[in-house]
């Protein structure tokens, strides 16, 4: 899935909420292709560290490099940024009012330019690739919590991304609906979409996952490939994290 192109690059990124310290000394390479795991407990900054990867939280200190551009401090680069960067949050964030590909046309449309007939055209083909053609007229109270968040990557993807985030995608969905969701995400990371996921489902990280990064107190404290990871390579606090998430 891989590739050795960096297309994102944080660079010494810290955080701070007024006296809070939330990130210290971040830093993440990301490869095109790649789909990389943020795991650790609550608390520890994965979500925050994921807004500053497309600039929601501009960073207190250190650098967001895109397609090795130094991003952080330029507010053109950080809406090319944000054009190029679909993010997918807990809780779907889709307009009520809208139905299912209005929904999905609305950015397109919007920001991009496109005719009414091309989004609709994007739309329809979006949601056959999120397996639910049939909901396009339906509006989101009407959905299923596990069909409305794929209505939100499917309205994500309408943008062209060239990353896709996830902040904890599964964690406002009933069991059942969790699996619908993580294929589909699996799926486009197989396609070769680049992706950075917070996530506590750790089946999703094994079988999609090129790293997993272990954050702990607004640190990055164990980057390694998933295979390395899983199998007992991560250092001791990280593998204290496994036995009690997977048990």
Known sequence: MSADEKILELV????????LQVLTDCNLRVNKGQTIVLIGPSGSGKSTLLRCINLLEPPTSGGVLFEGREITDDPRGADRLR???????????LFQHLSAIENIMLAPMKVLGMSRKDAHDVGLELLRKVHIPERADHFPDELSGGQQQRVAIARALAMRPKIMLYDEPTSALDPEMIREVLDV???LSQEGMTSVCVTHEMGFARRAADRIIFMEEGRILENAPTEAF??????ARAQKFLSQILH
């Not at 010494?12 to 006296?19: A, G, H, L």
């Not at 899983?230 to 250092?235: E, P, Q, T, V």
Request: proline content about 0%; hydrophobic content about 35%; overall charge negative.
């Open 185 to 187: 995400m699996s799926d």
């Open 12 to 19: 010494n990124v810290s955080k701070t909420f007024d006296r």
């Open 230 to 235: 899983f199998g007992g390579d991560a250092n």
């Open 83 to 93: 054009r190029n960067i679909g993010m997918v949050f807990q809780n779907f964030e």
